[in-house]
């Protein structure tokens, strides 16, 4: 990330400790992963120890280490979404995209993960794509859901 975009994060949160983990999460917004390189500036700004922003980093789920997709693509591997098919989601999106789950696609549209129950069984199976909730998935409508966004990328 550029030097004015992480200061304009820091500034938001007044460059203050007590705020590291939103700091992280902006950061995380903007580049879809944590670089190394600015959770070692977001220590030396915040003057605080590298090991501290690490450890927040690593203990939260939500956060990547790893550069991620423009996309981020997560099928619900819970019991109740497993037995009404996630599996087959997730085979699909592999099958599609030539991506493993967890991996990225080498042009970094998309990051396939898997989570363990989001808490809406009732919905299941169930897809999260770029933060958007989709239940009751199949393969129809996985293949509109990811084609649409195939179809907005190429217009930007
Ligand atoms: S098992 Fe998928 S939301 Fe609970």
Excluded: W
Aim: hydrophobic share 40%.
């Amino acid at each position: 990330m550029d030097d004015t975009k992480l200061n304009t994060i820091l500034d938001k949160h007044h460059r203050d400790p007590a705020e590291l983990l939103a700091i992280l999460m902006d950061i995380q917004a903007v580049e879809n992963y944590l670089p190394k390189d600015d959770m070692k500036q977001v220590a030396k700004e915040l003057k605080i120890p590298f090991s501290k922003v690490y450890s927040m980093a690593t203990f939260f789920a939500t956060f990547s280490l790893e550069p991620r997709g423009k996309h981020i693509c997560t099928v619900c591997m819970g019991t109740a979404c497993h037995v009404r098919g996630a599996a087959r989601l997730v085979d699909q999106v592999q099958r599609d995209f030539e991506v493993e789950a967890g991996g990225t696609t080498d042009d970094m549209f998309l990051t396939l993960e898997t989570v363990n129950c989001v808490g809406a069984c009732a919905l299941g199976p169930l897809m999260i794509v770029d933060g958007e909730y989709h239940g009751n998935m199949d393969a129809g409508k996985l293949d509109r859901v990811l084609r649409k966004l195939k179809k907005q990328d190429a217009k930007e």
